[in-house]
């Protein structure tokens, strides 16, 4: 690799573990530390056994070996940060932890190394180091990050054009659709999106007009389906002859109607929770959850292996 | 198929092709009409590319020359509809143009056929026949429907139990996930998702917080792909350990502090929706139109492939 330095992980939970393993089949050398040792502990496990799965649906870019060996876990953040092009942040969600850590990494690292955190709600300016705010920003990917490659990039106000621009580069070497959110906003767009579903699904169950798994039917066989081959604005695009402009001028007063007939924004009850929940534990029980978690992975990597498949395969 | 009878089909664009087609799949005898002769010309035509395209995904269950024996083109309302065990009415998305069909299919039909309308937005009770309201329903498919293998069932509040319930046996036989809405509402449910989605992506467009492209980019490589595989519900269930109601305790306040920050209920301005469709058309013009929906067809065709295949496919 030359001059090219490594890129940082701080923070060995599913979210660390799963950067670490982007960019190490991308090729970078890899430095991932935890404050907790049997997460480190941990993490190499998760490492090992996702390179196996990721194998077998041809997932992975690299070889298996070469991967493992890129991936260092290191005992001291400065070990891990310093000198890195990026430090990818994978802490808990709570702004005083992010705090410590931002001013904990910015000692350790120079102006060259941009600080990204994965926060998937809390916006950078409420816990960025004055010191490093313009080499700072949000790196939020989905969950699992392995599996769904798209991360979205939101500055802060003091945030260098230059530092969301080379973040953007490192995360899409990394295989990453990365997607540029142009300020900060409640939820960024990846949470804001699933909120829209989530409150129109639970007014949907609220007022007994569809039963939760029948909703969840719906999507997952229909709507979701299709979203995962057309986002929402290329779906309608190719619905009508004619494009967004006929769909918006025949659909867009009926959609704005809909909005009208249901009330969204009343906070969802204990009990409309406890519906939604039952029909989940009727299907999943909690102690087939961990399980269920490691199926749904599978039909993902599924669906990645056939998004870059030629044409079909046969079954018999 | 002895005493059992045939479906019949009212309409054969592409809605009631696709009926056609899955019907025919499943080994119901098919007696397609339309009052355009060269609708019926052209559905032939689609029926055999749909035949020879599933075949290659392995998506059919049948041999494709049983499937095209099936499928019977008639010259009038009549022979297709009369002595149907379901008469699935896909005509235009217009009041009183359904009335009349509707009008027609009940005088040449007996009370042991179901009548089903696949209407997108108008509920069944402006349109049914007083004399068949009983045995008429709206079993509304995803577009396209020989691949989003979903139905919703609305009954009007003259639908008997039984006419829905039978309704519901006949489309899953045909392999379609027959979901059941309540009552009737504006936009049924596939369409209310659909709209809490638009009305979020074209707020947060008007906002500059995102362009369209990379909208759309984050839903299909994020929550389109993981919705795919998991409803909205099953998704956050499986996003926090403790399930749903671990979600909600968690994120509820979240999610609806979100709604807030954006109003979505503005109607999408003309500025707004050229914005988007100057984005559309710099990806797909509108002379690639036709080219961009066999893509996206063809992306669903694989899709669908590999939810039921075992375990990954090697490409190289």
């Excluded at 580069?169 to 900060?184: D, H, K, M, P």
């Excluded at 299907?283 to 490691?294: H, I, K, T, Y």
Aim: glycine residues 8%.
């Amino acid at each position: 690799m030359g001059r090219v330095s490594h890129v940082g992980i701080f923070g060995a939970g599913s979210i660390g573990t799963a950067f670490a393993l982007l960019f190490a089949d991308a090729g970078f050398a890899v430095r991932i530390f935890d404050p907790d040792p049997s997460a480190l502990e941990r993490s190499r496990h998760v490492i090992d056994q996702r390179i196996t799965e990721l194998q077998r649906f041809t997932l992975l870019a690299s070889n298996p070996s070469e991967v493992r060996e890129l991936i260092e876990i290191v005992s001291s953040a400065r070990t891990a940060a310093s000198g890195a092009i990026l430090v990818q942040e994978a802490g808990p969600e709570d702004v005083q932890t992010k705090q410590h850590i931002f001013e904990d990494l910015t000692a350790v690292t120079s102006d060259e190394t941009i600080l990204a955190s994965a926060s998937s709600a809390i916006p950078s300016s409420r816990f960025v180091d004055v010191h490093s705010a313009f080499r700072s920003l949000i790196g939020h990917p989905g969950n699992p990050p392995y599996l769904l490659r798209v991360v979205e990039l939101v500055g802060n106000p003091s945030t260098e054009e230059q530092t969301i621009l080379r973040a953007g580069q490192l995360y899409e070497q990394a295989g990453l659709s990365a997607v540029r959110v142009n300020r900060e906003v409640d939820g960024f767009v990846f949470n804001r999106i699933q909120g829209a579903v989530l409150r129109e699904a639970y007014a949907l169950v609220g007022a007994e007009i569809i039963d939760p798994m029948d909703l969840d039917t719906l999507v997952q066989d229909g709507l979701g389906l299709r979203w995962s081959v057309a986002g929402p604005f290329a779906t309608v695009d190719l619905n009508v002859r004619g494009g967004i402009t006929a769909h918006a001028e025949r659909m867009g007063s009926a959609y704005h109607r809909m909005a009208g007939a249901l009330d969204t924004s009343k906070e969802w009850t204990d009990t409309l929770v406890a519906k939604v929940n039952c029909s989940r534990r009727k299907a999943v029980p909690l102690e087939q959850w961990d399980q269920a978690v490691a199926d749904r992975d599978t039909q993902l990597m599924k669906q990645l292996n056939a998004r870059t498949s030629n044409g079909g395969t046969t079954r018999d």
